[in-house]
């Protein structure tokens, strides 16, 4: 999921990606929603309520909805930046930003389990965390899918989805693989982003904070599942040099 | 200027440490540059802290209840009806409401009868999160907060008149 980059990916690849990262996307909004009422991953959303409060000349509102925004916006530069100035191995240099954000929703867990009084200025403080990790997250798929993936972005997503779906009405666009790999990407994208939130929606009133480490356990797969398939290919590899070095003792 | 002159220090301890490599000194200033970057909007939070807390505290007097969807433009609610829709609500026949700084709210009733709540904001401060003996929560919408007057928004069952709009002025 991690280890290609741009357009060699799959569709397998960024169909794994794209259902784990939608999930956790899903199940982070819904539990901010819960936790403090406030989406952590529509950001169009907070644009739409940034207009309001500077139309209504609400200062307050205007500093904490603009510094939400700006942090979602650091979020997803940091990821690319660290993606494209990394001297590490490709695999590392992707892990660095969803290491990043499985720390942080570790650290809103901890903090909200221990110390959270729900006070407003830890709750501003604790959802621009999260906006962090969503333009981590989303800056990630991004970035490696070559635009492909993007599991925060449900308004494109959902805009892309009526064109191919148009598109795959039409005879002659039919034909083309790409019209329904796209169609069965955001349509996984979607259900996922869906029950996601769904799952933090019927959890989060039992488990409160543990949610979000809970989150970062469920975003390793994707970690786990690259580490032990490069582990697999680089046996296969080694097996092969030996095969070929070696003819007569392999055949054997 | 303060951070003008902290960058150009910063820069020249650069220099000291890393003089061989410019390239090790551009990509640890960048780094510095997005580490304040990502600092600022916490640093702004800060600075908005406890604001919204200030203007909520006092005494606040219900001076009405409208529904927001209306069809006249001042439809008011009758006092028989507040009754039936607030029944169930913590804030059911309360006047006046005495926001206290430590997260207590007391509500006082026409007939004088009090009733101990808990307070805080959620969201970016406009919601008003009320819990009644730890065990009724209870949600509204600010719809409106100045130093003299709120307005609160609240769903009801009542869905064809939309929300329930109640108008406070500030006593002291």
Not at chain 1, 56 to 74: D, K, P, Q, T
Not at chain 1, 88 to 108: K, N, T
Not at chain 1, 164 to 184: A, F, G, Q
Not at chain 1, 212 to 230: E, K, N, R
């Amino acid at each position: 999921m991690l280890r290609k980059h741009s357009n060699i990916r799959s569709l397998q690849d960024n169909l794994k990606l794209g259902a784990i990262t939608a999930i956790s996307a899903g199940m982070v909004n819904v539990s901010s929603v819960f936790m403090f009422f406030a989406f952590t991953s529509n950001v169009t959303g907070h644009y739409a309520i940034l207009a309001d409060e500077i139309s209504s000349g609400r200062y307050e509102e205007i500093i904490i909805v603009a510094s939400w925004l700006f942090l979602f916006f650091m979020g997803s530069f940091v990821s690319n930046y660290i993606i494209i100035n990394s001297r590490f191995s490709r695999f590392v240099a992707h892990s660095i930003p969803l290491v990043l954000e499985m720390l942080i929703l570790i650290g809103v867990g901890f903090y909200g389990i221990h110390y959270y009084q729900e006070t407003l200025s830890e709750t501003e403080v604790l959802v621009a965390l999260l906006l962090f990790t969503m333009g981590l997250q989303n800056g990630l798929t991004a970035t490696i899918s070559n635009f492909a993936v993007k599991t925060t972005h449900l308004t494109g997503l959902t805009t892309d989805l009526a064109i191919y779906t148009s598109m795959y009405l039409n005879n002659e666009y039919r034909k083309k693989p790409i019209v329904k790999e796209k169609i069965r990407l955001f349509l996984t994208i979607m259900i996922c982003y869906v029950g996601g939130g769904v799952l933090a929606g019927t959890v989060t009133h039992k488990f409160g904070f543990y949610i979000f480490p809970v989150i970062a356990g469920f975003m390793s797969l994707i970690l786990v599942y690259d580490y032990l398939h490069i582990k697999y290919e680089q046996k296969k590899m080694e097996e092969i040099r030996m095969q070929r070095s070696d003819p007569e003792r392999s055949n054997k | 200027m303060l951070i003008i002159e902290f960058t150009h220090f910063y820069e020249r301890k650069l220099l000291i440490l890393h003089s061989n490599s410019k390239m090790n000194i551009k990509s640890a200033f960048t780094t510095f540059i997005i580490c304040v970057a990502i600092a600022l909007p916490f640093v702004l939070l800060e600075f908005t802290n406890g604001r919204i807390e200030n203007r909520l505290t006092g005494r606040w007097k219900e001076v009405s209840w409208t529904y927001e969807k209306a069809n006249t433009k001042e439809f008011e609610i009758y006092e028989e009806v507040q009754d039936h829709i607030s029944r169930d609500l913590v804030i059911h026949k309360a006047e006046v409401w005495s926001i206290r700084p430590n997260g207590h709210l007391l509500l006082k009733n026409r007939h004088g009868k009090t009733v101990n709540l808990k307070w805080m904001l959620k969201g970016r401060g406009n919601i008003l999160k009320l819990i009644h003996n730890d065990t009724l929560v209870e949600h509204y919408q600010i719809q409106r907060l100045t130093d003299t007057r709120m307005i609160l928004h609240f769903e009801n069952d009542i869905h064809t008149k939309g929300m329930i709009k109640i108008e406070f002025e500030k006593l002291n």
